[in-house]
């Protein structure tokens, strides 16, 4: 069992109602990271339509921070169920009070056949020769860089350096685990607020909403992500991302809609 | 009252629910308009919050095509309310059966700094030198055309013709109402579907879920669109378009995921 299965792990509770713990190892700060509240909500998902594992189209609506090291309760309905998709939704809850609340529509994504229209990956410097995402870059402790390895772009890697605001790099799960779509998921919310090699050290960038498409599942090893906000007006940004996996093909694309307080 | 104005307007019911009618003149062959569907469940999310009339981040799953000229029934909840941003969710249903699913963050869009990154708009023939969308161009009946007028880039006006997925044009409610953020998230689902420049005549291309992210509110006059398909595999496309005012400022911003049925 890895940790990230091990700590998204649910307990079934009466009447589509799960439980579970938001660990805080997953912290941005001293926030549970985004990205991991909604694995949360998939794992409830997840044992409703277990023929369908994957989430073609996930969207997340964050209410209120999440809170760490504290027990969650999720609950979440089968909206429609058909041959070759079910779409659900969740709402996250802790002491009481909704965090997120999440739809999805969920497939099974088989072998794929080829592209008739892709993005093929950047091409970048391996690994072991791009930079550590650290806290120092955005100005805030990364509790989560115990979960999840991220090796940025050289270029990219320094707040306010790349002069403009993308993030090219590198990301698997420190544990050893494979990626696949639930991990994809994750990623999606798990580098550097693209915009703080333009801003500068930026702190924490709360996430409004984050919707991923899963294009297909991953092949093992590293996955390749890339994230850009073309889009900053009165404090809210769009940012968009995709991940790539080791063969280069395209397993996710993603956007949000983020506040991001720094001077801008 | 302008016809979108009254083609959406809903009757409270009891408890949240309000009931409406699902007018034909917004169809797209025999099936209601997506867009038109969402800006349904819009009017009643209006209703439950009207100091936060404009969707900031909207995303609606459709679970099964509308039926056109059959009565709505439209359930719609605020999960948080708070001072600048709520919630909702709505679920529209036709006879029993739920259509779509809708959850949404909305605000009160201000007039807006200047934007700190932004994307400029395209440079496109003026409308009168465009051509006008038909259903010929796509292979199906379109009687949304009577409500909404669309006039396509005249290279990108023709099946199969432009070699590549994209579609620009400039868009405009037909009885002369000007533009606000509900018709920005209509107009992000009344293009035709950007890969039949590339495939040709494609017929319909079910939306199983679209997001609209509001920017600003728009200015009088025609809005100008541009949607593009880099992602298509296995019959399932991610369309993303842009949607600027006639100032040229970026209105919203809006990505779908939908089947593909043509040849591909």
Redesign the interface.
Request: net charge neutral.
């Given at each position: 069992m890895s940790l990230f299965d091990d700590e998204t792990r649910l307990e079934p509770g009466p009447e589509g109602r799960w439980t579970g713990h938001v660990h805080p190892a997953w912290n941005i700060g001293t926030n549970p990271n985004g990205g991991y509240l909604m694995s949360l909500a998939m794992s409830a998902m997840g044992r409703l339509v277990p023929q369908h594992p994957d989430p073609?189209?996930i969207?997340a609506?964050y209410?209120?921070p999440g809170s760490a090291d504290v027990a969650c309760e999720v609950e979440a309905t089968v909206?429609?169920s058909g041959r070759s998709?079910s779409?659900a939704?969740a709402?996250l809850a802790q002491e009481g009070k909704?965090r997120l609340?999440v739809?999805a529509?969920l497939g099974a994504l088989?072998e794929?056949?080829?592209?008739?229209?892709?993005?093929p990956a950047p091409e970048i410097p391996p690994p072991e020769a791009c930079v550590g995402r650290s806290g120092a870059q955005q100005g805030i402790e990364l509790p989560i860089l115990e979960r999840i390895e991220v090796r940025l772009h050289p270029r990219e890697a320094r707040a306010g350096e790349a002069g403009r605001?993308q993030v090219t790099g590198w990301i698997r799960l420190r544990d050893g685990r494979e990626p696949d779509s639930h991990a994809a998921v994750l990623f999606a919310d798990a580098f550097p607020p693209a915009i703080f090699g333009?801003l500068g050290v930026v702190g924490w960038v709360p996430t409004?909403?984050l919707?991923v498409?899963v294009?297909?599942r991953p092949a093992p090893g590293w996955m390749l992500g890339r994230f850009r906000?073309?889009?900053?007006?009165?404090g809210?940004?769009?940012e968009d991302g995709m991940l790539w996996d080791s063969r280069g093909e395209?397993v996710a694309?993603a956007?949000q809609?983020a506040l991001v307080r720094a001077p801008?």
């Amino acid at each position: 069992m890895s940790l990230f299965d091990d700590e998204t792990r649910l307990e079934p509770g009466p009447e589509g109602r799960w439980t579970g713990h938001v660990h805080p190892a997953w912290n941005i700060g001293t926030n549970p990271n985004g990205g991991y509240l909604m694995s949360l909500a998939m794992s409830a998902m997840g044992r409703l339509v277990p023929q369908h594992p994957d989430p073609l189209s996930i969207t997340a609506h964050y209410l209120r921070p999440g809170s760490a090291d504290v027990a969650c309760e999720v609950e979440a309905t089968v909206i429609r169920s058909g041959r070759s998709l079910s779409t659900a939704r969740a709402t996250l809850a802790q002491e009481g009070k909704p965090r997120l609340e999440v739809v999805a529509a969920l497939g099974a994504l088989g072998e794929p056949g080829a592209a008739r229209l892709t993005v093929p990956a950047p091409e970048i410097p391996p690994p072991e020769a791009c930079v550590g995402r650290s806290g120092a870059q955005q100005g805030i402790e990364l509790p989560i860089l115990e979960r999840i390895e991220v090796r940025l772009h050289p270029r990219e890697a320094r707040a306010g350096e790349a002069g403009r605001a993308q993030v090219t790099g590198w990301i698997r799960l420190r544990d050893g685990r494979e990626p696949d779509s639930h991990a994809a998921v994750l990623f999606a919310d798990a580098f550097p607020p693209a915009i703080f090699g333009l801003l500068g050290v930026v702190g924490w960038v709360p996430t409004l909403e984050l919707t991923v498409h899963v294009r297909r599942r991953p092949a093992p090893g590293w996955m390749l992500g890339r994230f850009r906000t073309r889009d900053l007006v009165d404090g809210r940004m769009v940012e968009d991302g995709m991940l790539w996996d080791s063969r280069g093909e395209l397993v996710a694309q993603a956007r949000q809609l983020a506040l991001v307080r720094a001077p801008g």
